[in-house]
């Protein structure tokens, strides 16, 4: 059973995650705000449907904010990430009356069906990532890392990001580092339009790398790589449309 206080949180949580902008340009830096709703077992309609109503009252309200919800496919549990973005930290302090008008369907609609929450923050990293917005790619693909040397990490991922986009003209993906919390330290998230995309047969990141630079460079980076992981993680995500605020 939850506590007031475990209540009172979420119910913030959800009031200010939509204090955010997407008007920030693609190749300029900004901070994403990430939370991880996991559903309780036999209560994603009821969850689901009490967001449309919440949806519905913020745009009746007069919400200009913007939002994507994503849907986990793997792992354990019933898992939805709401992704939005801020410019700077300073969004943060800014209030949103249409949020706040719709507070008490949070608390009656949708708290009641929440297991748990994760809040996380990362910083996108424009130098490396795809230029282009996510457009109708409806799956993205993400994978962590925690790492235990990002002087190196970083280096490798820039000179590998680098070949790639000389050779194929643009970067695969986009690149964020996470800031705080225990979620990891970095992670890259690579966009497909549907299911069927990922069945095509497209050249890994290290094969690129190798046409460009041989073998042996290529077996010496992949080295140095694995040693500054600890470790790292995957999961695919399918957008909710009816539940993003776009």
């Known amino acids: 059973m939850k506590t007031l206080k475990s209540i009172l949180v979420a119910t913030c949580l959800l009031v200010m995650l939509p204090t955010t902008t997407q008007a920030q340009e693609e190749n300029e ?4 705000s990430l939370t ?18 919440w949806n519905k009252c913020y745009k009746d309200n007069g919400g200009k904010d913007t939002w994507n919800v994503w849907n986990r496919l793997q792992g354990k549990g019933n898992v939805y990430i709401l ?4 410019n700077n930290w300073a969004e943060m302090d800014k209030k949103d009356p249409a949020a706040k008008s719709c507070r008490t369907i949070a608390v009656s609609s949708i708290i009641p069906h929440i297991e748990n929450i994760e809040y996380n923050t990362a910083r996108y990293m424009p130098k490396i990532s795809k230029k282009e917005g996510l457009g109708d790619n409806t799956i993205v693909w993400v994978t962590s890392f925690k790492v235990n040397n990002s002087l190196e990490f970083n280096r490798i991922v820039n000179e590998v990001s680098s070949t790639i986009s000389k050779k194929e003209g643009g970067s695969r993906a986009y690149w ?19 299911f069927a995309d990922l069945d095509k047969d497209v050249e890994g ?13 290529t077996k ?6 694995s040693e500054c992981l600890d470790d790292a993680w995957s999961y695919t995500y399918t957008l909710a449309k009816d539940l993003s605020m776009n």
Do not use: C, Q
């Open 36 to 53: 991880g709703f996991t559903i309780k077992f036999g209560h994603d309609t009821n969850f689901t449907d009490g967001v449309k109503k």
């Open 176 to 194: 964020y580092r996470y800031m705080g919390g225990e979620a990891g330290d970095y992670f890259v998230s690579s966009p497909y339009k549907d």
């Open 220 to 225: 010496e980076i992949r080295k140095s790589f």
């Open 29 to 32: 830096s900004f901070i994403l």
């Open 83 to 86: 992704a939005s973005r801020m």
């Open 205 to 217: 990141v290290w094969e690129v790398y190798e046409s460009v630079h041989g073998e042996a460079k």
